[in-house]
């Protein structure tokens, strides 16, 4: 009767008695009707089946297998049925939980299904190789490859290589399983295998780990290339050490010649700032050729500092003036003013690169300027 006129409330409310006396009946309803019915309210019925009352299981292959019409032919995100799919799967058929786990990824954030739920599920059933799959979606990989060595060395492998920014954890796990190896299975061959594998492992990484009776026969083709490795990153140190002198050296001559580098200047010559005459007052010029009155240079340069160092040049200022008044002028307060305003050129040095995405004409005076080109 529900078949001939499928009102969705009456299959809401008649599906749980269906569902504990003809199951496949039931879901083959469900799947007839599509996207009618909401499978969230559906798993009251679900829940209703009795895995042993029908021969095979076949009860509890119905709901499994709407389950999985939901979620592979619906789409369904919905996390309480797939919650309700692992539970099917961990308690009936546990040979399909991992290809589902698979398919899912080891993404926690879009996964559909609760990864604490999960992990509770396949712990209770025992299901190591699930939970190693969802220890390692949880990002607690030294629990994944913890669990992994008891289940089988290549899986706890795999899983030591997930951490992709972590390199101190990634060699950790790699010597818990070359520790497993040497320690548990007697295999030393085997361990000395990994510093093939693993790019992280050196020799003396992993030589605690052997027994004292072992003989160098087992590892001298691994020392043998551990020693060529150090050789030649002690070549490498010194070719870098050699760069890093004759880059000294050739600082050390610039800054020699630099101290006898001089200028020439002419009467003619204008500061760069006011255009006036250069030789009228006390003035910088710096190797670009860019010449400035002292007082033009602070003027141009106070704008781009900062108000603590603005306030510090200020104060020299005014000391170098009352000293200049009494007519003992401290050098020490002269080349900390110079220190601050004269070590580079202010039209071509740091200072105006970092000035490069400042506009030419200030907010607050843009008006002004604009009337004054009508």
């Given at each position: ?206 030589l605690p780990f052997f027994p004292d009776f072992v003989t160098i026969d087992h590892f001298k083709d ?153």
């Open positions: 009767m529900i078949k001939k006129q499928p009102d969705i409330d009456w299959v809401y409310k008649f599906s749980p008695i269906l569902m504990q006396n003809i199951p496949k009946q039931t879901v083959d309803l469900w799947i007839e009707l599509g996207r009618k019915p909401d499978p969230k309210k559906l798993i009251p019925a679900l829940v209703q089946y009795d895995p042993f009352k029908f021969n095979n299981k076949t009860q509890g292959n119905e709901a499994a297998r709407y389950l999985e019409f939901a979620i592979k032919t619906l789409e369904n995100r919905d996390q309480a049925i797939h919650n309700y799919l692992l539970l099917v799967y961990t308690k009936l058929y546990p040979n399909k939980l991992m290809n589902y786990l698979e398919q899912q990824g080891q993404d926690a954030e879009h996964v559909c299904y609760d990864v604490k739920y999960a992990l509770r599920l396949c712990l209770e059933h025992d299901l190591k190789e699930a939970c190693v799959h969802i220890y390692t979606t949880m990002a607690l990989y030294e629990e994944a490859v913890e669990l992994a060595l008891q289940v089988d060395v290549e899986l706890a492998k795999k899983n030591a290589d997930m951490p992709q920014d972590d390199e101190e954890l990634k060699k950790k796990l790699w010597l818990r399983i070359a520790r497993h190896v040497v320690e548990k299975q007697r295999d030393i061959k085997r361990a000395m295998e990994f510093l093939q594998e693993s790019d992280l492992l050196k020799i003396e990484d992993i691994a020392i043998c290339t551990s020693l060529q490795e150090y050789n030649k990153h002690i070549e490498s140190l010194q070719e870098d050490m050699n760069e890093a002198t004759e880059s000294a050296k050739s600082i050390r001559t610039e800054i020699h010649n630099f101290r006898n580098k001089f200028a020439f200047i002419q009467s003619q010559d204008k500061c760069c700032v006011c255009h006036f005459a250069l030789l009228t007052r006390s003035f910088y010029v710096f190797p670009c050729m860019h010449k400035f009155h002292t007082d033009c240079l602070i003027n141009e340069l106070l704008p781009h500092l900062s108000i603590s160092k603005r306030n510090q040049v200020e104060d020299l200022q005014r000391t170098l003036t009352n000293e200049a008044t009494s007519g003992r002028i401290n050098q020490a307060t002269k080349i900390e003013l110079e220190d601050m305003v004269a070590s580079e050129c202010v039209y071509c040095g740091e200072m105006m690169i970092r000035s490069i995405d400042q506009p030419f004409v200030d907010v607050s005076d843009y008006q002004t300027e604009m009337n004054g080109w009508l």
